[in-house]
């Protein structure tokens, strides 16, 4: 979802199940609202093996992913609500008919003009910046509260 919106400009989320393209088969992700440090902490429990980062679109090292999952965790160790903030927002994404109204939407209205905008380059970060922001996703990726 995230992604999607930083990199591709379209708000668009997996759906948590769907039918494939020939209709014959229903493909359901039953954790899809889990949260990654609680799924974790099961594995880890009951000794199950964590594979982690096995996104198929990631050839390299994984650094988008990793690097909006750091923007994620800060912004919720600031904001504890976050997760249920997003949750809020990505449902109404995952209707049945959402992706056939935003390609008859895009396909009535086409492709904004022009370049896209692209915002200043960013300044370097401050002498420890980084220790902070891993320490903030480490915060927040402790399981807390009820979901």
Do not use: W
Not at 113 to 137: K, S, Y
């Amino acid at each position: 979802f995230f992604m999607s919106a930083l990199h591709n400009g379209v708000l668009r989320s997996m759906k948590t199940h769907y039918l494939i393209d020939a209709a014959d088969l229903r493909v359901i992700r039953p954790l899809a609202y889990v949260r990654e440090a609680e799924a974790e902490a099961f594995a880890e429990s009951n000794h199950l093996p964590v594979v982690s980062e096995t996104c198929p679109a990631c050839f390299e090292a994984p650094k988008e992913r990793y690097r909006v999952k750091c923007l994620l965790a800060t912004q919720e160790a600031l904001f504890p609500a976050l997760f249920q903030s997003l949750l809020k927002t990505i449902l109404p994404l995952t209707e049945p008919l959402v992706e056939d109204v935003v390609r008859l939407r895009r396909e009535a209205y086409g492709r904004a003009a022009g370049p896209p905008h692209v915002p200043p380059p960013m300044p370097p970060p401050r002498e420890g910046a980084l220790a902070e922001m891993e320490a903030a996703a480490r915060k927040a990726h402790e399981p807390a509260g009820v979901y």
